[in-house]
């Protein structure tokens, strides 16, 4: 287990409230990026699944409610296991004075009408895995004899949708479906969803070529965030609202998303690890080294302790406070910098690449709708300042339920304010030759502290030597 000795470890536990659960390690699709390496046919027992439950419930400690995410391969297929866990779980938990939630993180595809009713009864909801339309899903979400899910599943997420309008996609974004970004966003809000989470997968080999055609479909899909915000039907895409809020209030996040804290995975013999991407080809290729312990046995806390004391601010190996994104990003999966560099304070840098662009794209966005006073977004990353909002000009706003233009089809600007300041907009817009864009520049106060706001447009622009996204 790798030790940083840059910060003082001080933190010795932690409770835990939050629990990936291995139901079986076997699936019914075969997925060729998938992390959890080759699949087998080990699968939860009753025994292990009802101390799995215990043992959260004890790790909680004065915490009054806790969560649960069925895991796999496809937990689904052990829905017999699923319908008796469930009620046990809720009962143990009322005696204990607290309240537990199930979801389950599912490819969709054994989803049936009975599943969905246990769901509802119980309060649970689904993670729902899909990558776009049927060309970019089917090619790498398929059945091990090649035949895609894509028309499989989309009736069934339809139905999902129908109970639970508020579900996210979860999209995996490789490089040889990224030309098909914007069309697979477009493809998934007619599916029904407004929420979206564009997972970029960093490992992956990305050429120039590619990183241009991310940059392109990015820039589209920002456009189309904003025509949903100005005809009054906003949708929520994760990364560039984390870069939104980031940008509204910006604070560098101290820890990583608290795997092996407060959160962990236990697989199918009661192992516990920091979380569901240890639990696959990390733990056969380490050797065990991420196992933190058992639900029998109890924790080694030794290994937890460069989990609990990882402090972002200082033990990233990456230069971050001169990164645009530094307010922004939340830190790299230390997973995927353990699969990559055998380091979990080592960053991938496609990771710090696309987190660029999702802020050029986000201060774009914010520029945008703030100085039109867009009602819906000041509402929700300025609600201090809506009481004293200033006069809305006339064309600002379409009407509510207007028909959304689609990307291309027209410029974003038209017909409504200018997207472009004289003095401001230049560094947001599209570079010309001989031009600086933001990717180029480093934003800093007057007092020169790096990124310490981005409010209200005080910006020194200085010339940097960066890499542009």
């Known amino acids: 287990m790798p030790q940083n000795t840059q910060t003082k470890k001080t933190i010795e536990d932690m409770p835990v409230t939050s629990m990936d659960l291995d139901m079986t390690n076997n699936c019914v699709l075969a997925c060729d990026y998938c992390f959890r390496g080759k699949k087998n046919k080990r699968r939860l027992s009753w025994e292990v699944g009802a101390r799995a439950i215990e043992w959260l419930l004890e790790e909680s400690r004065d915490k009054k409610s806790v969560s649960v995410a069925l895991f796999g391969g496809e937990p689904l297929m052990e829905f017999a ?4 866990l469930v009620p046990y779980a809720e009962q143990q938990a009322a005696r204990r004075g607290k309240k537990i939630h199930f979801s389950a993180t599912t490819n969709c595809v054994l989803i049936n009408d009975e ?28 059945f091990a004899d090649g035949r895609g899910t894509s028309a499989i599943i989309a009736p069934i997420i339809r139905k999902i949708l129908q109970h639970w309008p508020n579900r996210t996609a979860r999209m995996s974004v490789s490089n040889d479906t990224v030309h098909n970004w914007m069309e697979d966003v477009l493809y998934l809000v007619d599916l029904g969803y407004k929420n979206l989470a564009m997972i970029l997968i960093p490992e992956l080999d990305w050429t120039e070529e590619q990183w241009e055609i991310l940059r392109r479909q990015l820039r589209k899909i920002s456009d189309y965030f904003v025509e ?11 990364h560039i609202d984390n870069a939104l809020k980031g940008i509204v209030n910006p604070s560098k996040r101290k820890s990583h998303c608290g795997a092996g804290r407060g959160y962990v995975l236990v697989k199918t013999d ?15 290729e380490s050797g065990g080294q991420w196992r933190l312990g058992s639900i029998f046995e109890g924790w080694d806390r030794e290994k ?17 406070e001169n990164c645009l994104a530094v307010n922004t990003c939340g830190v790299s999966c230390i997973a995927v910098n353990w699969a990559c560099f055998k380091n979990i304070y080592k960053p991938h840098p496609n990771h710090c690449r696309v987190y660029n662009m999702y802020f050029v794209e986000a201060m774009r966005i914010h520029y945008i709708l703030e100085r039109e006073n867009n009602e819906l977004f000041m509402s929700k990353y300025h609600p201090d300042r809506v009481k004293n909002r200033r006069p809305v000009r006339a064309g600002h706003h379409a009407r509510p339920g207007a028909r959304i233009r689609r990307p291309g089809a027209k410029a974003v ?10 003095d401001f907009g230049r ?23 790096p990124h310490s706001t981005y409010r209200r447009g005080r910006f020194a622009v200085r010339q940097e030597n960066v890499t542009p996204g």
Do not use: W
């Not at 949903?228 to 994760?238: A, E, H, M, N």
């Open 304 to 320: 937890r302790k460069a989990l609990l004391n990882y402090d972002c601010r200082s033990d990233v190996q990456a230069d971050c």
């Open 115 to 142: 599943m969905i009713d246990f769901f509802r009864q119980h309060g649970m909801t689904f993670h729902t895995s899909i990558d776009g339309g049927p060309e970019t899903h089917d090619k790498h979400r398929h």
């Open 81 to 84: 296991l699923i319908k008796r």
């Open 413 to 422: 600007g038209a017909g409504s304010a200018p997207i472009h300041h004289k």
């Open 228 to 238: 949903r915000y100005r005809q009054g039907d906003p949708i929520y895409i994760k």
């Open 427 to 449: 560094i947001l817009q599209q570079p010309a030759p001989g031009r600086t864009s933001l990717t180029e520049t480093a934003c800093k106060r007057k007092s020169g502290r």
């Open 270 to 284: 009661g192992a516990i690890y920091p979380c569901h991407r240890f639990g696959g080809d990390i733990d056969a």
